[in-house]
C-alpha cells in the first residue's frame, strides 16, 4: 500500500507541473518560500469538512534525505464535540513539491478493533484496505489551498498560509511498539503434553488456524504484548481532546480515541476518587456483595445485577478499602470494609449447612420467581436470596476479606469481632478446606490470629510442614506460562492468596514460613515476567521484593534490574484502565486486523478434558496482548484475570462493570510504596 500511495503521490505531481504555466501569478510569501527553499516548517492551516464543520491547526512539513517531506496534519474542530469534547484529527503521511504546487499523501485506517457500535458496523474488507487521501495544494490568493475527500465521510477545503520553524521534536510521534513476551523454551514433557491435547481436539488440523502457518511468529510461537504509550503526556495536559489518529474520522473511530482518551486524561488518584464514588453508588449492592449495574443512557442506575464471582471481588473490595484506609485513614474506607465484610460473614450464614457457603446475595423480592441455583434463606435471612457453588476461588475471597477485616477494624468494634471469631472457626468446616490442603494452613493461621489460638498456630505450623513435601512446596498450584499460555485467572487467585498467607505469617511471627512464602511469590514472578503482569509486579515489590526476598529462580532467571524496569512499567497496568469504562453496544474483534495473528498453542489447552469437549473456537487465542483500553476495557469485570492475549469479545448497553479491579490495583500500589503512584 506504501508504494501505491507513493505511485498516486508522484503521479499527482506529474499532473500538477504538466498544468503549470510561467503566466500563473505565485503569491509573495510563497514564492519567496520557495526561492529560499523553505516549505520546511509548521505551517498554520484551516478548512472545513462537510461533517464535522471548521477546524484550524498545524501542517509539519520536515525535510528527508530523499528531498521529500514527513507530514503531520494535526488539525481540531471549532464547533464540532463529542461527549462535550473537542475532537482533534493527527494524520501522518509524505509530501513533494513541484513550481508552486505542494502534494501529501496520507494512509488512513477504515477500521481499527471495535466491529460494531450500536447500529453502526464495520465490513470486513475495511479492516484489510486503508484510503488512500492525496492533498493538492495550489497557490492561491489566500495561499496554498486544497480541496479534497477523505473518499468515506468528509470532503474538505483548507489552506495554510503563515509559518513557523520546526520543532527539535515533530508535532506527533507515534511510540506503539510490541515487546517479545515469549519467555523460556518450552521443555519436551511439556510440548508432549500439548501435542497429545492438540491432536485430540483437532487444532492441528484446523482450517483456521492452518490459514496462519506461514506467519513468522506462529512458526517461532512467539507472543507479542502491544505498548502504546502515544499521547498519554498530551493527554494529561490536554482533558478536553480526544485525538483520532490516522483514521477515517467518524463515531467508531472517535469511540475508539475516546476510551484512551479516558485512561489517559485523568491522573490516577482522580480515577481513584471515581472509581471509588461509583463502585459505592452502583456496585456493592444493598447487603453489601459487589454487583454490576443496570444503568440508563445518562449512567444512573436502574437496578442492580448479581455478579457470580462476587465473594472473590468482594473480598478483593475489602483488600482494596483496608489498604486506602491504612494509607489514608480515610472512616469512608472503612465503613466501607465494615459494610462489606457483614456481607461476607452472611455467605457463611445463609446456607444452613455448615459445609457450604454462598458465591453472592442478593435481596429477594416476594412474588419474584427465583432462579436456578439460587436459594431463600431461612430465618432472618429470608428476604435474602444466596447462589450455590461456595468453591476454592470463592474461598480465596472469605480468607483475603478475613484478614484484611482483622488488621483495620478496631477490637472495641465487637460487633465484627465476634463475627470474625466466629466465622474464622467457621472456615475449618467447609467442604473445600478438607478438599484443598493448600486452603488449611491460612484458615488455622486466621483462627490462631483471630482468636489467639495456640493450638491453631500449632496446626498452621503443621499444615505448612506437611506441604512441605510435596512436590510443589509451599506453591501447591500450578505456576507455568508457555509461549504465551497460562492460567490467567489463576494468576489473579494466586496472588490474592500470596497477600493473605504472607500477611498471617507476617502478624503471627512465623519468620520462616513467611519468608518460604516470599520466596514462592518472588519466583512466581519470574515464570510470568515475560507477560508483564503488572499486579503481580506490584504486588511482589511490596510483600516480597522490598523485604528483601529474592528467591531461588530470581537470582537464577531474573536481575534487580529486570525487576525495577518491571516495576516501573507496572503503572501502565493502572494507565490503560479508563475512567468511566466505556457503556455500548460494542464487538471488538482484533483477528478482523490483517497484523492480527492466531496462537499456536490453544488457549487453555487442558479444558480439552472437560465432557462435552468444548468448540475448537473456545481454545483460539492471539499472539498479541492489546491494552487494556482496546478490548478489556468496553467487555471486562475484572481485566486482572482475563486472557492475556483475547482478542474478541462483545458488551451490551445499559450494563456497566465495576472498577475493583483499578481499585485493588491503585490502593495496593499506594500502600506498599510503588513508584510514581500518588
Known sequence: MKYFSFLFLFSSILFATSC????????????????????????????????????????????????????????????????????????????VTAGDTLVLSYDLRQADFIEKLGKLKREPTDFKNPITVVTR????????????????????????TTRRNLEAKPLWTNLRTNIDAQGPKVPLAVRGVINIFKRDIGYHKDPYVQSFKDRKEFKEERPFIVFDPTDYDFYQENKDIIRVVNKITDDISITE??????????????????????TVTHHINEIGMVVKAEVDSNEKLIAYRYDGDSALWTGMYIGSQAMRYLKTKDPAALANVRKSLRAIFMLIDITDDPREFARTLMPYKPGDAIPNKWHQGKGVYSNMLWLEGGNNDMYKGLTHSMMWGSLVIPESDQEIWTHLRDKSKRLLKLRIFDEKSQNQA???????LINKDKKAQEDYRSAYRKLRWKPSGYSMNANFYWHGSADWSGVNLGLVGDITDISIAERLGETEIRNRLRERLMDTWVTYSPAQRHLLTM??????????????????????????????????????????RPNLDVSIDHSLNPEWCISPIPRLFWKALKKPEPPNEYFYQGLYHYPVF???????????????????????????NSGVDYLFGYWLARYVGVPHVE
Not at 490568493?141 to 475527500?149: E, I, N, P, R, V
Not at 532467571?557 to 501502565?572: E, G
Request: aromatic content about 14%.
Open 20 to 95: 503549470t504555466t510561467v503566466e500563473k501569478k505565485i503569491p509573495r510569501d510563497v514564492a519567496s518560500l520557495q526561492a529560499t527553499g523553505g516549505m520546511e516548517g509548521i505551517w498554520f492551516i484551516q478548512g472545513t469538512s462537510t461533517s464535522r464543520g471548521p477546524y484550524n491547526g498545524e501542517l509539519e512539513l520536515r525535510k528527508t534525505s530523499d528531498g521529500t517531506y514527513d507530514v503531520i496534519r494535526m488539525i481540531t474542530y471549532i464547533n464540532y464535540f463529542y461527549d462535550g469534547l473537542k475532537v482533534q484529527e493527527v494524520w501522518t503521511g509524505k509530501a
Open 137 to 160: 495544494f495550489v497557490a492561491t490568493d489566500k495561499g496554498l489551498a486544497a480541496q479534497y475527500s477523505d473518499k468515506k465521510v468528509s470532503n474538505y477545503t483548507e489552506w495554510i
Open 257 to 278: 480515541a475516546s476510551v484512551k482518551r479516558n485512561a489517559y486524561s485523568p491522573s490516577l488518584k482522580d480515577k481513584a476518587l471515581s472509581y471509588d464514588q461509583n
Open 442 to 448: 491460612p484458615s488455622y493461621g486466621l483462627v490462631a
Open 539 to 580: 504486588v511482589a515489590f511490596g510483600f516480597a521484593y522490598s523485604k528483601g526476598t529474592r528467591g531461588d529462580n530470581f537470582r537464577e532467571d531474573s536481575s534487580d534490574a529486570k525487576f525495577m524496569a518491571a516495576l516501573n512499567s507496572a503503572t501502565w497496568g493502572l494507565r490503560e484502565i479508563p475512567y468511566p
Open 630 to 656: 482496546e478490548n478489556q476495557a468496553f467487555t471486562s469485570n475484572f481485566v486482572w484475570k482475563d486472557t492475556a492475549f483475547g482478542f474478541k469479545d462483545s458488551a451490551s448497553r445499559g450494563s456497566e
